[in-house]
């Protein structure tokens, strides 16, 4: 009698250690990522460093603009739902936020790996 007690202790005590184990989950995840204001950049829909390429009749629905550089090729070409900010002051801000935009993400946790779209990836633009 005793032997079968110590039985039926022991299964349930298993039971429950397996029941437990199974249903409890323990998830650690990094933190998500904030994003952040793109300030005046956020109102462009090209944005290029040194210069823009174009090639063929495109339709934008922002700005376009270029800093450092002052040069878009084929421009004639493109509709522009903005302004057109060729080595200005205002493309000069325009990259100084992209920049801040960057240098805020690049001190987060990546979270989702890297970034593809329907065959073309991304890489995020160095900082220096």
């Known amino acids: 009698m005793k032997k079968l007690k110590y039985l039926l202790i022991t299964i349930v005590l298993f039971v429950s250690i397996v029941l437990t184990t199974h249903f409890s989950e323990v998830v650690a995840r990094a933190p998500e990522a904030n994003a952040p204001g793109l300030g005046s ?40 739902g903005g302004t057109t900010n060729l080595g200005d002051s205002v493309a000069q801000q325009a990259q100084a936020d992209a920049s801040g935009a960057v240098g805020s993400l690049s001190g987060q946790a990546n979270t989702g ?13 160095r900082c220096l």
């Open 113 to 125: 790996g890297s970034f593809r779209c329907s065959g073309f990836s991304y890489s995020p633009p």
């Open 41 to 80: 950049a956020g109102n462009y829909s090209v944005l290029g460093n040194s210069t823009v390429t174009n090639s063929g009749p495109t339709t934008l629905s922002g700005s376009i603009g270029v800093w450092s550089g002052s040069s878009i090729t084929d421009l004639a070409e493109i509709t522009v």
